[in-house]
Every structure is written in C-alpha cells, then in structure tokens.
C-alpha cells in the first residue's frame, strides 16, 4: 500500500508568495494531520481533521495559513504571503479515526527568501 | 510546562549493545497514549512503537521494547543489539486522551549515534 504522499518535496519561493501543500492520506484513514518542524521549536501541530472536517486549527500560527480538505483523500495547506521565518519541514500525517499510529509522509522542505 | 521531556540531546553506543532513550511526560489524563519515532537523516518519520496508559505489558516491536512506568510518567525506549541504521533522531510523542481527538505532542528528540 502507498504511504502517505506529499508534493512538492521542496519548495523554494520569494517572500510575499503564495505556497500551497498537498497531502494525499493512506486510504481509508480518516484522520488527518499538519505538522511543522524546526530547529528552533521541534515538531508542533499545526491543525487536524477527522472526517475531513476541522477539529483543531489552534496550532495555525496566524491567520496567512488556510487548510482544506475537500474529500478523504486530499488537503492542502496554503501560507499566504509567506514570510522566511515559515522556513520549515511540514508534514503531512494519517490515522485511522480509531487507530493509534499516526503515519507520516515524507515531508515538504519549504524555503522561503 | 513542558509536555514531553526528552534530556538526553544525543547518545553513543556501541554496534550491538543495547541502549536506554529516555522520555518524561506529564498529564492529568487518565487516558492517554505515548509513542516514539524514529527520525533518520533521510528526514521521514518513521513509527517505532505505542504504549497505551491502560496497558499492562509493556510494549514491544522486534528489537524496540517501550519501559513504561506509570507512576514515575516516563516511557522510555529500549533498543536491543544496536546496529548502525539506528543512528538517527528519536522523538517521544504523547496523545493526551484515549482515542480522541489525535494530536501528538513531541519532546525535542534524541540523536542517536551507533558506533561500530
């Protein structure tokens, strides 16, 4: 079975750009998960959804990030204008709603100049 | 408060022996759940192992066995006959609550370096 997938794998763009994450979930997993990765402040959660529906966005750090999740197998996250300091690893993750393990895609280096 | 205490910012061991990672938590839950992940310099996050707060055993993945006490809050991760693909980050996760909601809650990690 394919693991999580995630595109791009890098991205590079100038501040003030728009930059949009995809995240296709393992089929039939129904929770979905937004992880931002740092030196300087680890791993944090930036938002999550079961069902496709938003259950916690209190990670989103400011109102420039917008995720979706238009049906089970596809999100976005969308940093609008983006800035340097979101320089980071996002993550994309899933689980089954009932599940335990959280499976992690292999991740989005994104560098903002 | 910190959540998730990892205080070893990086381990040696020798190829083939076994080493402790360490990892804290702190909750008022009841219910909640730990795990770990490995991390190697290939970036992806790679699961380890889980241990449940109503689990009486404890864990155990192949070479990868979770020391969980309760009463102290820590969980640490046991690595049997360490081989040299084991060098890598190790983070400890927390979900607080069982089977709700599904946020993990990280420590800062442990670089694990295998020496042969």
């Known amino acids: 079975d394919a693991g999580v997938i995630q595109s791009p794998r890098h991205e590079v763009t100038e501040m003030g750009q728009e930059v949009t994450l995809r995240c296709k979930p393992i089929?039939?997993?129904?929770?979905l998960f937004w992880y931002r990765q740092t030196m300087m402040r680890g791993l944090e959660l930036l938002i999550y959804?079961?069902?496709?529906?938003?259950?916690?966005d209190s990670g989103m750090p400011e109102d420039r990030f917008s995720a979706k999740m238009p049906n089970a197998s596809f999100s976005t996250l969308k940093i609008q204008p983006s800035e340097p300091r979101d320089s980071a690893v996002y993550f994309c993750?899933?689980?089954?709603?009932?599940?335990?393990?959280?499976?992690f895609g292999p991740g989005t280096r994104l560098t903002v100049t | 408060a910190q959540k998730i205490t990892q205080t070893q910012p990086g381990m040696f061991v020798q190829e083939k022996e076994a080493v402790t990672l360490d990892c804290t938590y702190d909750?008022?839950?009841?219910?909640?759940?730990l795990f770990w992940y490995k991390q190697p310099s290939s970036g992806e996050m790679i699961f380890l192992i889980y241990?449940?707060?109503?689990?009486?055993q404890n864990a155990t993945e192949g070479r990868y066995s979770l020391n969980f006490q309760k009463a102290r809050k820590s969980a640490n991760l046991v690595i049997s006959a360490s081989q040299l693909g084991d060098s890598a980050m190790y983070f400890c996760a927390m979900r607080e609550g069982y089977n709700q909601g599904g946020k993990l809650i990280f420590g800062q990690g442990t670089e694990l370096s295998v020496k042969p």
């Open positions: 909750t008022s839950d009841q219910s909640y759940g």
């Open positions: 993750a899933s689980r089954k709603i009932l599940g335990n393990e959280q499976y």
């Open positions: 959804f079961n069902n496709n529906v938003p259950i916690d």
């Open positions: 089929s039939g997993h129904n929770s």
């Open positions: 241990q449940g707060s109503y689990d009486e």
